[in-house]
């Protein structure tokens, strides 16, 4: 059996990923579902949230581990496991991307929403008036995030959401070959997706490379709508063998 770390993305906490986290745990695998900095019960002030600081939680999640793990990212928490990957490289057997930004050497999380003309995020983000967060318009985030979930599921999530800092998104990866290009990397590209549209997730993972790619055809929170589907995947991600140790 293997150690999962699953990681979540903008706006949401470890909880996005309970019906997952069950479901791998019912197979015998053990599963960690971290809240980053200023998310679910994190109350790190927004104002000090940074891709780094998110990047020092989920290393000190892999440190905790006895094995090394399989390391997974939701939406902007595909940024987070890429650069925890340079800087833990042997201690991750694989990292999974789950419709994420999967990004190359000095790119940042905007380069690639921006352009994104089907996606429906970044044209409805409002922002604090300092610019340091921003959440999703009422009326667009039911579309734009979870077309395919049940409507109690929904109503649940919203409760939970938290504003999203900004320095994240707007800070380049530093990704090495020694390090980060060591780590097997697998996508999971959702095919209705309209927060990043499916025509932007192949360019990343066709740009980036990956050893396998998992296709559902359903919303941007699988975690969700498919989660029977994304423990499969996950858990066949899980059958590669880690990067040697450092």
Known sequence: MSTFILIHGAWHGGWAWGNVATLLRAQGHTVHAPDLPGHGSDKTPVNQVTLQVYVDRVAAAIDACAEPVVLAGHSMGGVVISQ???????????????????????????????????????????????????TIRTGAILQALYG???????????????????????????????????????????????????????????????????TLDCDHSPMYSRPGELARCLAETAQVKPAAAD
């Open 84 to 134: 925890t990957a340079e800087q833990r490289p042997g201690r991750i057997s694989a990292l999974v991307y789950v419709c994420a930004f999967l990004l190359r050497d000095g790119e940042c999380l905007l380069q690639w929403s921006e352009p994104d003309r089907e996606g429906m995020v970044t044209p409805n983000l409002a922002f604090s008036a300092d610019r340091k967060s921003a």
């Open 148 to 214: 395919d979930c049940k409507a109690e599921d929904v109503k649940q999530i919203q409760s939970l959401l938290v504003p999203q800092a900004t320095a994240p998104l707007s800070t380049p990866v530093h990704l090495t070959e020694p390090n980060y290009e060591r780590v097997p990397r697998f996508y999971v590209e959702c095919l209705r997706d309209r927060a990043i549209s499916i025509s932007i997730q192949r360019q990343m993972y066709a740009a980036a490379g990956c050893k396998q790619v998992f």
